[in-house]
């Protein structure tokens, strides 16, 4: 079970917090649902904002490591906090509230927000479709249009920037957070990113336009090296078996 909670879900939370069906724990009876009440309260909430890969913590919890400073989010200076990040001044930092709805909702006043959605492509053998973008193994995502649902818009990013056809969404995965720049404009692009499934087998096509060298099918060994070669919020929709070669962390299904 996952401790970050913070992630919004734009499917309306249909799957309830980390995946639970809390329509089903309702329905069962009343020590099912403070269960659940309770179980939701004692996890930490809290959202990791990367900036050149290092991430910007934001949670409900005051104290999160020895190393990191905790500044209150009414005196948080997020702006600030970027460029000395940027400027290797700065490498541990938390920002805290109690108040879990603040935490989203401070980033988006703070700076100006950039929706995107994209997939993590399973095929029937177990293979992951990856992208080679900026020197790097990424994931298939792109800008939400005017009218799309996230839904939409990451079906619609995948095969546009893979060739790939005949995609489903099988569930949602998570939202990531980093802070990029445009015209030398600070701009936080939060991607919402989802579990597909395709049985394409044919040729794969990267999409010049946006700067893709290669779209490639990788198989868990591949997947894993690739991983050492990509972004932190990237890394953060991966089993941690991706994450590690040691064969004892290896499991035999993804």
């Not at 998570?174 to 701009?187: A, E, G, L, M, S």
Request: one cysteine or more.
């Amino acid at each position: 079970m996952s401790q970050y909670i913070g992630d919004f879900h734009p499917d309306a939370h249909v799957k309830g917090f980390c995946g639970c069906n809390l329509i089903a724990l309702i329905c069962s009876n009343n020590a099912a649902v403070f269960c659940a009440v309770s179980l939701f309260n004692i996890i930490v909430q809290m959202y990791k904002v990367f900036v050149k890969e290092i991430p910007i913590i934001l949670s409900t919890e005051k104290n999160i490591g020895e190393h990191y400073t905790t500044i209150p989010l009414k005196q948080a200076r997020f702006k600030k906090l970027v460029k000395k990040i940027n400027n290797g001044e700065l490498l541990y930092v938390n920002l805290y509230h109690k108040n879990a709805e603040k935490l989203e909702r401070f980033l988006r006043k703070k700076i100006k927000v950039v929706e995107a959605a994209g997939g993590l492509v399973y095929n029937s053998k177990k293979e992951i479709l990856f992208i080679r973008r900026n020197k790097k193994w990424d994931l298939p995502k792109g800008k939400i249009e005017k009218g799309e649902t996230h839904r939409e818009a990451a079906l619609r990013e995948v095969i546009e920037e893979t060739g790939v056809q005949d995609l489903e969404i099988r569930d949602f995965l998570k939202t990531t957070y980093h802070v990029f720049t445009r015209n030398d404009k600070f701009r936080l692009k939060i991607t919402y990113w989802y579990e597909m499934f395709s049985d394409y087998d044919g040729p794969l096509i990267p999409e010049p336009e946006e700067g893709i060298k290669k779209v490639k099918w990788k198989n868990f060994e591949k997947s894993q090296k690739a991983l050492q070669d990509s972004y932190e919020n990237i890394k953060l929709l991966f089993p941690k078996e991706y994450l590690t070669t040691h064969p004892n962390d290896r499991k035999s299904e993804v």
